[in-house]
């Protein structure tokens, strides 16, 4: 019996072999951190690079070239290859057959199929945008990536397309894995909130990525046979392509922000120790959000000349969306009343995700208004709303699930000193960073510029400074977690006192998770 | 072995098959292409409900298949309002 | 022959939460499909709204009898494929793999259709490639362009799944002869028939966007 107790899924040996062919989720939770912390730092440089050529006014350190190609690379890598798998492909991984109380995904070799196509793909178009000198900027916005940029936008598209179906088939298994493997017991509202929220992802990824798909397949076809489908000279309609792109790439942003909402309602319940307040509404509001998300794309598109009809609709439909959005946030409020909060690292970054985010959305309603868009289209007012969504909501929400969830992936522990600096690290100079951004762009900065004039030099030096610490904040995780991996103190089963079936079970798992299935007697969150 | 069904679901097929092209030689005016339509529908559906078991499938499968062709008709729909309204 | 005893993969409890979880996924990796062309759909239905005379126009330019022929051979394709189901569930390996095959023969019998009319669309000088001219009888050239630009990637897109499907078909004729584990080959002969259906029905909107709308 303890023989069989100390066999966990790590154990089963670290040559190359047991680690490239396995089909144990949790082993491809560790394949994907390392492709994706690799991605994320690759893109950062990217960001510091952006970030220390706007120190100064003129466009010194950086051509204006270079800076669009430096900033594409920044966007392509983080939104298509950091932002969109990082929670459900790790976290979500690791999890999700966990928390339902399974003994592995629905299917496990597609599992690691869609690893690999993530992985090849992701290298091979990074090293097309490097090599290749793309400077279309994440969205390949045509006419310009089809008729006018002379980079490698065929090759960057293709890579972009290919890594489309390791997502489809990422979602595939979350969704059959939710309905088809729950544990007996495990009806639907029993499931963590963390379950539906990727589930709900998974429904965006199977239903919003084959538009993208078609979408890069016609920018390729366009560019190398010409067939003018989005060439005004030639009868197309450049507007096409964006109606397109956007029906996958708003509700992209819920693909980001849906999981990250799924592990603050873990951390917020779990280190205040209370029942989330309002769990069916909080149900209700993923559901709403994931579905709503999908008719509000064209606020993309105010100023680029759509039907004025259409854009008081989409305007309609996107402040729609914030009542959900407002929900949530205010039930993991009332959640943390008369809780017993204690401030670990994830508690911590769980509230710095409800500040930030509660900044991201608050400033979307701003933009979602037809009138006052025309003024802040295009400006670093964007730049700053969609980072504080992203990587105030997203990242921060993804590295404190990390630290929630690190000690039953190894079974040790890390420091807690250290852990506590980095996650404030985080919050003071992500705000350093991006709030500056909020008033260039309100007195007019543009975005995707190298250069300005000398009155905004003070708010991007203070948004450049914050970027050091901002990146000292996402280095320090690296490095006490490398520690802990080898000289880290034993975690023990449940090291938070938390509830929910993952912390039922040793750390690290055993390889088919549970001893044996475990019986599911009441819903989640049962802290009192 | 049950030849039966499927033998008349595709003689069904053929008929529907017959009728929308006959319609498109013989009928002219502006109901047509909406008759072409409701005929590839039935078509599609005597597909899916039988050579495709959705028939003997539980209802959640059905509901994924609705559900896939709602969300093209949203995309479909919206673009389309957006196009005319310009 | 070895008949294995039925057995579930290691992550499942019993065949049916197998079957289920298969099945269901296909479904909605199916779903993915249609939203795939449904991106071409779209795109085609925004474009014909905005010309629609050049666009009726140049659909009567593709040939109908053609098209109607190739239609008839994939619905027949799809009643041998059902056929081919029920066969396995029978247990006749013999007659799965005569319904296998004849499902093939009319896959494949549909693409040769399909290349004669490209070749004949090509021979009019319909086909808008770079290095091809493309000789528009009437007016708004650009704008026929445009159909024929859409027509060639909406039926390639079909054809390159119907090849996609006849590979997949001739795996499941090797399996059939092999006819190792009956669960097994009755849960993956559903499949395939789903994703040959599937095709099928995409084929008969392709076919009613594309020809029917002409004049
Ligand atoms: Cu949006």
Redesign the pocket.
């Known amino acids: 019996m303890t023989a069989e107790v100390h066999k966990h899924y790590l154990s089963g040996g670290w040559s190359l072999h047991s680690w490239l062919l396995t089909t144990d989720h949790k082993r491809i939770c560790w394949l994907y951190l390392v492709s994706i912390t690799g991605f994320f730092f690759l893109g950062g440089i990217a960001a510091l690079l952006i970030r220390l050529e706007l120190m100064t006014p003129p466009g010194d350190f950086l051509t204006a070239e270079g800076y669009n190609e430096t900033f594409s690379l920044h966007g392509i890598v983080m939104v298509w290859f950091f932002l969109i798998p990082s929670i459900p492909a790790t976290l979500g991984n690791f999890l999700m057959p966990m928390m339902v109380g399974a003994r592995d995904l629905a299917f496990p070799r597609l599992n690691l199929l869609s690893w690999y196509i993530y992985t090849l793909g992701g290298i091979f178009t990074i090293v097309m945008v490097i090599g290749g000198g793309v400077d279309t900027g994440w969205t390949f916005y045509t006419p310009y990536s089809s008729l006018f940029s002379s980079s490698a936008v065929i090759a960057a598209v293709a890579g972009v397309f290919i890594v489309g179906f390791s997502s489809i088939l990422t979602g595939i298994n979350f969704i059959v894995t939710t309905h088809t493997m729950r544990a007996p017991g495990m009806h639907w509202l029993r499931l963590p909130l963390f379950v539906w929220a990727n589930y709900a992802t998974s429904l965006i990824l199977v239903l919003a990525t084959p538009v993208l798909s078609v979408t890069l397949l016609l920018i390729a076809a366009e560019r190398l046979l010409g067939i003018g489908i989005f060439d005004p000279s030639l009868g197309g309609d450049p507007l096409l392509f964006q109606h397109l792109f956007?029906f996958y790439?708003?509700p992209a942003?819920y693909i980001m922000i849906l999981p990250a909402m799924g592990v603050v309602s873990e951390l917020i319940t779990c280190f205040s120790k209370n029942r989330i307040f309002g769990y069916k509404g909080m149900v209700l509001a993923i559901m709403a959000i994931s579905l709503f998300g999908f008719v509000?794309?064209g606020?993309?598109m105010f100023t680029s000349g759509q039907s004025l009809y259409a854009g008081i609709l989409f305007s309609f439909f996107?402040f729609l969306v914030a009542v959900p959005s407002a929900v949530k946030t205010l039930n993991w409020t009332a959640t943390l009343y008369r809780g017993r909060i204690t401030f670990t690292a994830p508690m911590i970054y769980g509230l710095s995700f409800l500040g930030l985010f509660a900044i991201g959305g608050l400033t979307g309603i701003f933009l979602a208004a037809l009138a006052l868009d025309v003024h802040l289209h295009d400006t670093y007012f964007i730049t700053a709303h969609f980072h504080y969504i992203m990587v105030g909501g997203a990242v921060t929400a993804y590295l404190g699930g990390l630290h929630f969830w690190w000690p039953k992936m190894t079974g040790r522990l890390y420091s807690e000193l250290w852990s506590k600096i980095a996650a404030l690290a985080l919050f003071i100079g992500f705000n350093l960073t991006f709030f500056p951004q909020f008033l260039l762009g309100y007195s007019g900065m543009p975005r995707r510029y190298h250069e300005y004039p000398e009155a905004f030099q003070l708010l991007h030096v203070m948004s450049s400074l914050g970027s050091v610490v901002l990146a000292i904040g996402y280095l320090l995780p690296l490095v006490y977690f490398t520690w802990s991996l080898f000289r880290g103190a034993p975690a023990g089963a449940n090291p938070w006192q938390a509830e929910g079936l993952e912390w039922r079970t040793a750390s690290p798992p055993p390889k088919h998770n549970f001893v044996s299935i475990p019986r599911v007697t009441e819903g989640p969150y049962a802290y009192r | 072995m049950n030849y039966r069904q499927p033998i008349l679901i595709w003689l069904g097929l053929l008929a529907l098959l017959a009728l929308t092209v006959g319609l498109n030689v013989l009928m002219t005016g502006p109901w047509r292409p909406l008759l072409h339509y409701v005929i590839a529908t039935a078509m599609a559906a005597l597909l899916m409900v039988f050579f495709m078991r959705l028939r003997a499938s539980d209802g959640l499968i059905r509901l994924f298949a609705v559900g896939g062709v709602l969300w093209l008709g949203l995309l479909i729909l919206i673009t389309l309002a957006e196009v005319l309204t310009r | 022959m070895p008949i294995v005893k039925p057995a579930p993969a290691e992550q499942f409890d019993d065949m049916g939460q197998q079957r289920r979880a298969v099945l269901m996924g296909m479904w909605v990796f199916l779903v993915t499909e249609l939203l795939l062309f449904g991106g071409g759909f779209a795109m085609f239905a925004m474009y014909r709204v905005q010309h629609p005379q050049v666009f009726a126009e140049a659909a009567g330019h593709l040939s109908l009898p053609l098209a109607t022929a190739n239609t008839v051979l994939l619905l027949t394709s799809g009643l041998t494929m059902a056929l081919a189901e029920q066969a396995v569930e029978a247990g006749s390996r013999r007659l799965t793999l005569v319904f296998y095959l004849a499902t093939m023969a009319l896959g494949l019998g549909f693409l040769g259709v399909k290349g004669y009319e490209w070749y004949q669309e090509w021979q009019a000088q319909l086909m808008p490639l770079p290095g091809l001219v493309f000789a528009w009888p009437g007016n708004e050239s650009q704008q026929a362009e445009l159909f024929f630009n859409l027509y060639f990637i909406l039926t390639g897109l079909h054809a390159l799944h119907m090849v996609i499907g006849l590979g997949l078909l001739g795996v499941m004729v090797v399996l059939v002869q092999r006819w190792r584990d009956p669960h097994r080959l009755t849960r993956q002969t559903q499949v395939s028939g789903l994703y040959w259906a599937f095709v099928d029905v995409i084929w008969l909107f392709l076919f009613t966007t594309l020809y029917l709308l002409g004049p």
Do not use: I, L, P, Q
Request: glycine share 0%.
């Open positions: 956007w790439s708003h942003v509000v794309w606020h993309h996107s």
